[in-house]
T-cell receptor, first 112, second 115 residues
Framework: QQQVKQSPQSLIVQKGGISIINCAYE??????FPWYQQFPGKGPALLIA?????SEKKEGRFTISFNKSAKQFSLHIMDSQPGDSATYFC???????????FGKGTRLSVIA | DAGVIQSPRHEVTEMGQEVTLRCKPI?????LFWYRQTMMRGLELLIY????????DSGMPEDRFSAKMPNASFSTLKIQPSEPRDSAVYFC?????????????FGSGTQLSVL
């Protein structure tokens, strides 16, 4: 019930294309769904997050789509750039300062 | 803001040796988390503290692992004795309970290699 399943494990996208990473969760008590971005040799950093009261959140080229009934959420990166090449982690938790449960990560490579 | 500071950045040791990893959270943050990252298992939570008190250590793999937080600005993760399967990147993260506690700030990690 605490798992967050992330796919794909790796992704190669052409520059200017759309990158899509998917996550599914089981625990319906989760109410906070962030995405973290990690560059080599660095720790993960918060990229964008959503709560289940909205179905979509957009920040620049990054959009989270959330489907509460399907218990799924996804990250869309529009106009993907080589600088977006990194590992992306989805995560989930519920309010009250419980730790984040992370997906296993997606290694994104954006090629020119 | 200096961010979460971890030391050392890299540690190479031999099986059976004691290893101590260190973390300084962001000033004012009162939750601290230790995660371990491997290719096979991704990011696993080992233990977390609220206000210097350990809340959940169920992720600590074995009794060989121990963690302490003697004050709000310092935490250690100790492995004694170390084994090759402990090789991984260990991350410390902190957050502020006053701001909801959900946004984690990670350090740059310690790359541990046990030979």
């Amino acid at each position: 019930q605490q798992q967050v399943k992330q796919s794909p494990q790796s992704l190669i996208v052409q520059k200017g294309g759309i990158s899509i990473i998917n996550c599914a969760y089981e625990n319906t008590a989760f109410d906070y769904f962030p995405w973290y971005q990690q560059f080599p040799g660095k720790g993960p950093a918060l990229l964008i997050a959503i709560r289940p009261d909205v179905s979509e959140k957009k920040e620049g080229r990054f959009t989270i789509s959330f489907n509460k009934s399907a218990k799924q959420f996804s990250l869309h990166i529009m106009d993907s750039q080589p600088g977006d090449s990194a590992t992306y982690f989805c995560a989930a938790t519920f309010s009250g300062n419980t730790p984040l449960v992370f997906g296993k990560g997606t290694r994104l490579s954006v090629i020119a | 803001d200096a961010g979460v500071i971890q030391s050392p950045r890299h540690e190479v040791t031999e099986m059976g040796q004691e290893v101590t990893l260190r973390c300084k959270p962001i000033s004012g943050h009162n939750s601290l988390f230790w995660y371990r990252q491997t290719m096979m298992r991704g990011l696993e939570l080992l233990i977390y503290f609220n206000n210097n008190v350990p809340i959940d250590d169920s992720g600590m793999p074995e009794d060989r692992f121990s963690a302490k937080m003697p004050n709000a600005s310092f935490s250690t993760l100790k492995i004694q004795p170390s084994e090759p399967r402990d090789s991984a990147v260990y991350f410390c993260a902190s957050s502020s309970l006053a701001l909801g506690g959900e946004k984690l700030f990670f350090g740059s990690g310690t790359q541990l290699s046990v030979l």
